[in-house]
């Protein structure tokens, strides 16, 4: 739209995959398990669990996930299918996670997926999978450590706030982002995001006072 923005990266998150505490034949899943479960081919075709390993019960897969509308899942589609909202159509989508939640710990037989933060608070209903990150072969849990490490791959993600640069020299605008900045580590941990090094927001506390635009990606 023409607007000039600053990128300011102020947390990180994971993304969970989920299923029900009583799914005992799930261990870890592979990236290309994932895209062959959500890839638009995948609809009406790839329906149960036997499916993705032979050896995992010939038993309906039911899948759960956020909205089309949903940020996260433009990030799990982009990042498991090869291609952001390229995604089968067929599972029950919802922009409110607990009721995502709610339908995977009903059924013995769902998968799904949403932020690792809402994960946190409702973790005594739900099982997460392990998912093996393609460079190293190990299967790696999502936790605000392996996020912060850089092992759960490739669902973690940056978190991101854009001013104006219009309005970046405003002194309403300049106060704003000075308490957001000093604020966010503190906040980051209470909502169960990833707060960055200080290193790393002494790095985007540097982007916003010399007004640099455009993405910091």
Do not use: C
């Amino acid at each position: 739209a023409g607007i000039e923005f600053i990128e300011l990266l102020i947390a990180y998150d994971g993304l969970a995959v989920m299923v029900n505490p009583k799914n005992h034949w799930v261990k870890s899943m592979t990236v290309d398990e994932l895209k062959r479960i959500w890839e638009p081919a995948a609809e009406g075709k790839i329906t149960r669990w036997n499916q993705i390993r032979p050896e995992w019960p010939n038993a309906p897969l039911r899948l759960y996930g956020p909205g089309t509308d949903s940020g996260t899942f433009d990030f799990f589609t982009e990042e498991i299918v090869g291609k952001a909202r390229a995604s089968r159509a067929d599972f029950v989508a919802s922009e409110d996670d607990h009721v995502l939640a709610r339908g995977i710990a009903g059924d013995v037989n769902a998968l799904g997926y949403f932020g690792m933060a809402y994960y946190e608070a409702l973790k005594n209903r739900l099982k997460l999978v392990p998912i093996v990150n393609p460079k190293t072969g190990k299967a790696v849990t999502p936790s605000m450590k392996t996020v912060m490490d850089g092992t759960y791959k490739p669902l973690s993600r940056p978190l991101f706030i854009y001013v104006n640069r219009k309005s970046a020299d405003r002194p309403e605008v300049v106060r704003f982002i000075e308490f957001y900045l000093k604020n966010a580590d503190k906040i980051s941990r209470e909502v169960k995001y990833v707060p960055l090094t200080a290193k790393e927001y002494n790095r985007t506390e540097e982007r916003f006072i010399r007004r640099i635009t455009g993405t910091a990606r």
